[in-house]
């Protein structure tokens, strides 16, 4: 490859791999812990602890949303709990939005769907950095950029792949080190990074594309041809003739049962759809999510006054554009192959939020001064943001934990309180960053986020002791999987405060990270 072209793909990889390397920290990190996400949902609401509304069954809810609500049951959806400590909410639209509420919020609906989960919480980091609207589309040029980042880091290193690859050169040149570490995370993840890339582009760009493809060379009817392609629910007229529905419990056993002569071997329903509810031509889905397949969320329609099937979108009977859809789906979450594949996804997680913070270090010792103790301004800014920005959104989860755990204690709404934890800690990291030296601020940030963690982890573990010596169920692992995880990475983050702070202190002097230059 000629010297010109090579710096010219060096110079692409660098520039949309900073650009992007913040948000895609974000979006990783947050997105190893999304991974879990119901074991997240457990742990804030563990069965000795359950959320209002619990032991409300889904038939006392829908005939409640009906008599409250009538105009909704033309049109409305049931997000079915996904265990016996969280409460199925229904979801419809009505006049200005959309609205979602438990059976005792029925009189004043919330406009947002997991307004008080923190695994809902967390998932919205990771899918659009926490921001409404703006945040998904960002997020969706941020996948662009990656995408540009990991053509020309491979192309760039393509040379010396096979001999440097599992190459870790550890010595006073640390710099070869990160270099090397960068390089071999990178690669070896390279396939899970394409498919994140990918998916991650058209999940977030798919509203844009469609607007742009449907003005340019559709003349205006792509829109009404691709919900014609993927919906699963049939075109219904109600026929003004009340009719007795079949209860929920009835339809889900129902759509169970069909769906495990499709070739599924697992179908655990989390969410109804129900069109003209009372008519009799009333129709529901039932979808339901099957294990070690790429075809992870199967949908059966049914007749809701007699149950009789419809249509079916599951197993071998999913259609192109199904098992296209839910591959993606699949692939990008992790969700077909069951414990293995999630852990899998985490540790490919943290090491992509890995890539991204050896991605920014690098950059810095490029371009510091290697016999000045006054360095650059731009490098100094760089390490600033860096720590601020990737150190931060750890430290901001970790609060978001631990006031979702303090506000669930006191029996108030953990929404709020998650929120204000989270982006608080992040501003407030941010700001730390700005103004103390870099290394110290480095290195208390580190040991602050291993604290928290640690702190949260520790202290759920010990308050659920005596559930823990009780029944054992797979809930009961799940709670204590995430104490033990978070146990984990609080020692992690001990570690790294540890070797940042050695660092600081017997390193090159002439490195930002050294206390000499950081003061």
């Not at 069965?47 to 069954?57: I, K, N, Y």
């Not at 049939?234 to 009340?242: D, H, K, L, M, N």
């Not at 940042?500 to 230059?517: E, F, I, L, M, P």
Request: a positive charge; one cysteine or more; hydrophobic letters at 50%.
């Amino acid at each position: 490859m000629k010297a010109a072209t090579l710096r010219t793909y060096q110079t692409v990889h660098t520039w949309s791999g900073l650009l992007a390397g913040f948000a895609l920290f974000v979006a990783f990190y947050a997105g190893a812990l999304t991974v879990f996400h119901n074991d997240i949902a457990a742990w804030q609401n563990p069965p000795w602890r359950s959320a209002a509304d619990a032991d409300v069954p889904v038939h006392t809810l829908i005939d409640r949303l009906v008599a409250t609500q009538p105009a909704a049951k033309n049109d409305f959806g049931i997000v079915l709990p996904t265990d016996a400590s969280h409460a199925a909410y229904a979801f419809w639209q009505d006049q200005n939005d959309e609205r979602f509420a438990t059976a005792s919020q029925l009189h004043e609906p919330r406009a947002e769907a997991g307004e008080n989960e923190l695994a809902d919480f967390v998932y919205a980091l990771h899918d659009s950095l926490g921001l409404p609207v703006i945040g998904l589309y960002l997020m969706g040029i941020v996948s662009v950029l990656y995408g540009l980042a990991l053509v020309s880091g491979v192309l760039i290193h393509l040379p010396q792949l096979l001999g440097n690859l599992f190459a870790l050169r550890a010595g006073r040149n640390l710099k070869r080190l990160w270099q090397d570490a960068h390089n071999a995370i990178g690669v070896i993840s390279l396939p899970f990074h394409i498919i994140f890339s990918i998916t991650g582009a058209l999940f977030c760009l798919l509203g844009i594309t469609l607007a742009a493809l449907n003005t340019v060379a559709f003349d205006g009817k792509l829109y009404s041809a691709f919900a014609q392609a993927t919906q699963t629910t049939p075109a219904v007229i109600a026929s003004g003739t009340p009719a007795a529905m079949l209860s929920p419990e009835a339809l889900i056993e129902r759509a169970r049962a069909t769906a495990m002569t499709l070739g599924v071997t697992t179908f655990e329903p989390d969410y109804m759809h129900f069109v003209h509810y009372g008519d009799h031509n009333a129709v529901a889905e039932v979808r339901g999510l099957s294990q070690h397949t790429l075809g992870t969320f199967g949908t059966i329609v049914l007749s809701a006054r007699d149950g009789r099937v419809l249509s079916t979108f599951a197993g071998n009977a999913y259609s192109l554009n199904g098992i296209s859809y839910a591959a993606l789906y699949g692939l990008h979450f992790g969700s077909f192959g069951g414990r293995t594949v999630q852990w899998l996804y985490f540790i490919l997680g943290l090491a992509g939020a890995f890539l991204f913070y050896s991605g920014n270090l690098l950059w810095i010792e490029s371009r510091r001064k290697r016999r000045h103790l006054d360095q650059p301004q731009r490098t100094r800014v760089m390490a600033r943001a860096t720590i601020g920005v990737f150190l931060g959104t750890c430290l901001g989860i970790s609060g978001a934990f631990a006031a979702t755990w303090m506000a669930v204690r006191l029996g108030a709404d953990a929404g709020l309180p998650q929120r204000i934890a989270c982006y608080g800690l992040f501003l407030a990291a941010c700001a730390y960053a700005g103004i103390r030296p870099i290394a110290k601020a480095t290195v208390e940030l580190l040991i602050a986020t291993a604290a928290l963690t640690l702190v949260v982890a520790v202290a759920d573990l010990i308050g659920n002791a005596g559930a823990f010596a009780q029944a054992w169920t797979p809930l009961t692992r799940s709670v204590l999987g995430v104490d033990l995880t978070g146990i984990a990475l609080g020692i992690v983050f001990a570690g790294f405060a540890r070797a940042t702070a050695r660092r600081a202190r017997a390193g090159n002097a002439h490195s930002v990270w050294a206390r000499s230059t950081a003061s």
